[in-house]
């Protein structure tokens, strides 16, 4: 049992948590993150397809992942010791049909119309950029600036860098409760009863965090659902672009390591069994196989060493809940990241620090409000 | 069935020694002062050292030198290996090619 103040308490240890406690360590804050799993980044940190992307994302969130991609990820790897093994070198969404082109067109539209830059390209040009694509990729949308890391080394990078600067971390505590004193936010209550206090209290639990704003009387719609994901041996190398498909058969990349790294899935996320783990289903891996394969014949003899799974955080418009609760002083949240929260990580870390530290983020987060989910009448 | 952990607790300063140079996980070609300093930037358990270093992540998944990264990150820590959680085990039990795994949904017979 421990009582232990801080300036800044961050519920959650995965990317989001670990980013944010590095930004404000730099910045000399005291800052404590409290992870109830054993593991730092033991969520959807560690299990996502390391996709950093701006393509295919709605453009109240597009501004925070465009900072990062032009801000901090360049430089990302010196500044927290580690090889993110960060590549820009493209994402391509490939399409076998004419209803694929549709997808994809409108999916093209919407970023142009953000300014971002995506075209679309027919099949020889998408071969021109990875030979091993099979005929049957006959369109794709092609985004030159979108790219992918390692989402491992990432998290642990920040955690690693935020730790030696002095942010405190506790693993293996949950917390139960929030606590507000005189009408402001500054206590966290835990399973084995300490009691942790600080002048600002960051929610950034992934799915758990709907609980944990609900003990303030803070409720935000969101639902978890199961992802899936393999690995290959290492593979001579073929391609360094972060691909997706207009079907949403496969997605992933080749890493540096020269392993293969798709998720994918097999049409039941959201009833899989759920016995409070992240379980795979002996269903999902062999179908993300097939869907590959369709599209890189050259593949069908890579051996599958690794299947895991993993929870995303899915809210009710798709994108995250960020920023400042209002009803509750002191309350920051982070969550919601529906499946698509470790490239814009460094971005939301960076900016949710300036919001403790300053009162006010450089990148316009209002439309990302807790507050702004309406009754459809 | 978890247990409190301070991150920020002292576990000394990293040391280098002689047989740091060992090479500890033979798929990926990890050392024992590569796993030793780990522990000492912090990765506590066996699950953030594989995923930090990729110790136990190659062809093998670690079935032939996660025992021996076990005994290195016990001693850093100072506590008995029967303390530290092992890494998950993950499907499929051996490598198996993409052709055959996507083979699961066919009849025997066919």
Known sequence: ?????????????????????????????????????????????????????????????????????????????????????????????????????????????????????????????????????????????????????????????????????????????????????????????TDDGSVFEADQIMVAAGYESRKLLGSVGIDVPMTRSLLEALVTEAEPHMFDQMLGTADADFYGHQTKHGSFVFGGSSGFEGFNKDNGTPMTSSITAPAICRGIMKYFPDLADAKIVRTWAGWSDKSADGVPVLGRVEEVPGLIVACAFTGHGFGIAPAIGDQMAKLIMSGTTDIDISALHYDRFKAKI | MNTLSDRSRDIGEFVSQPGDEMIICRCEEITKGEIRRAVHEGMFTMTEIRRYLRAGMGLCQGQTCSKLVKGIVARELKVSPADLEPATSRVPMRPIEMKVFANENEDEDE
Request: proline share 3%; aromatic share 6%; with cysteine.
């Open chain 1, 1 to 189: 049992m421990i009582s232990y103040k801080a300036d800044v308490i961050i519920i959650g240890g995965g990317i989001i948590g670990c980013a944010t406690a590095y930004y404000l360590a730099k910045n000399n804050i005291s800052v404590t993150v409290l992870e109830a799993s054993d593991y730092i980044g033991n969520g959807g940190s560690s299990r996502n397809g390391g996709g950093v992307r701006q393509s295919g994302r709605d453009p109240r969130e597009l501004p925070l992942v465009m900072y990062g991609i032009r801000n901090l990820w360049p430089h990302l790897s010196e500044e927290i010791g580690v090889d993110t093994e960060y590549h820009q070198d493209g994402n391509l969404r490939l399409g076998k049909n004419v209803h694929h082109r549709e997808i994809l067109q409108g999916l093209t539209d919407r970023a142009n119309k953000v300014g971002l830059d995506v075209r679309m390209i027919d099949g020889d040009e998408v071969r021109k950029i990875i030979p091993y694509l099979s005929d049957e990729v006959t369109v794709a949308s092609w985004c030159p600036t979108d790219g992918h890391a390692n989402p491992l080394t990432t998290t642990l990078g920040y955690y690693k860098t935020a730790r030696k600067l002095g942010a405190r971390f506790y693993t293996g505590v949950k917390v139960m409760e929030l606590r507000k004193v005189k009408g402001e936010l500054r206590r966290v209550l």
